[in-house]
Antibody
Framework: EVQLVESGGGLVKPGGSLRLSCAAS????????MNWVRQAPGKGLEWVSS????????YYADSVKGRFTISRDNAKNSLYLQMNSLRAEDTAVYYC????????????WGQGTLVTVSS | ETTLTQSPAFMSATPGDKVNISCKAS??????MNWYQQKPGEAAIFIIQ???TLVPGIPPRFSGSGYGTDFTLTINNIESEDAAYYFC?????????FGQGTKVEIK
């Protein structure tokens, strides 16, 4: 059974940093591109970042470029999101999602982890 | 960037009703549209891929239609367990974009 479990969320002050993790199981993690998606309170979903299976290709939404860094450790079946210079508008539930090879849509999602940026 | 306009934002249905949720794309995205169901505190579930294909394991009362810019998720004979938040996702171009979501309540 495919499982994605996010962790690392919490309360952080503006300008602070946080590192999110996504632990994957039930599939060959190293064969899949992975994504981070977020949902701010009362808002729709927003794609944040993606990373290819071997980390060769990395993309970011303009809203986080230069502040967030996506990475993965295939040996540990884990995906990460390092978030620096956090702003109030980064407050959201952050989800990791698996991307279907050669198609580009997401077939499995985690339950999410809440990040709150507030003084 | 492709904007997805999803409607309605909220709907209330009675068990047995037929429910339609719309997702309109700001540009032609062929059939690169997908639908998901999410319940509070749970992971989103993939229900329709590429506009019309039912994901294996999803009940056949769910169906998808559309091509180009207009897409619809239909739930026939809606059941109480279908109370959830539904959203669409396009994978035609970058960045991937989502509809604003529809909360479906069952009376």
């Amino acid at each position: 059974e495919v499982q994605l479990v996010e962790s690392g969320g919490g309360l952080v002050k503006p300008g602070g940093s946080l590192r999110l993790s996504c632990a994957a199981s039930g599939f060959t993690f190293s064969s899949y591109s992975m994504n981070w998606v977020r949902q701010a309170p009362g808002k729709g979903l927003e794609w944040v970042s993606s990373i290819s299976s071997s980390s060769s290709y990395i993309y970011y939404a303009d809203s986080v470029k230069g502040r967030f860094t996506i990475s993965r450790d295939n040996a540990k079946n884990s995906l990460y999101l390092q978030m620096n210079s956090l702003r109030a508008e980064d407050t959201a539930v952050y989800y990791c999602a698996r991307e279907v090879p050669n198609y580009g849509f997401f077939d499995y999602w985690g339950q999410g982890t809440l990040v709150t940026v507030s003084s | 960037e492709t904007t997805l306009t999803q409607s309605p934002a909220f709907m209330s249905a009675t068990p047995g009703d037929k429910v339609n949720i719309s997702c309109k794309a700001s540009q032609d995205i062929d059939d690169d549209m997908n639908w998901y169901q999410q319940k509070p505190g749970e992971a989103a579930i993939f229900i329709i891929q590429e506009a019309t294909t039912l994901v294996p394991g999803i009940p056949p009362r769910f169906s998808g239609s559309g091509y180009g810019t207009d897409f619809t998720l239909t739930i026939n004979n809606i059941e109480s367990e279908d109370a959830a938040y539904y959203f669409c996702l396009q994978h035609d171009n970058f960045p991937r974009t989502f509809g604003q979501g529809t909360k479906v309540e069952i009376k």
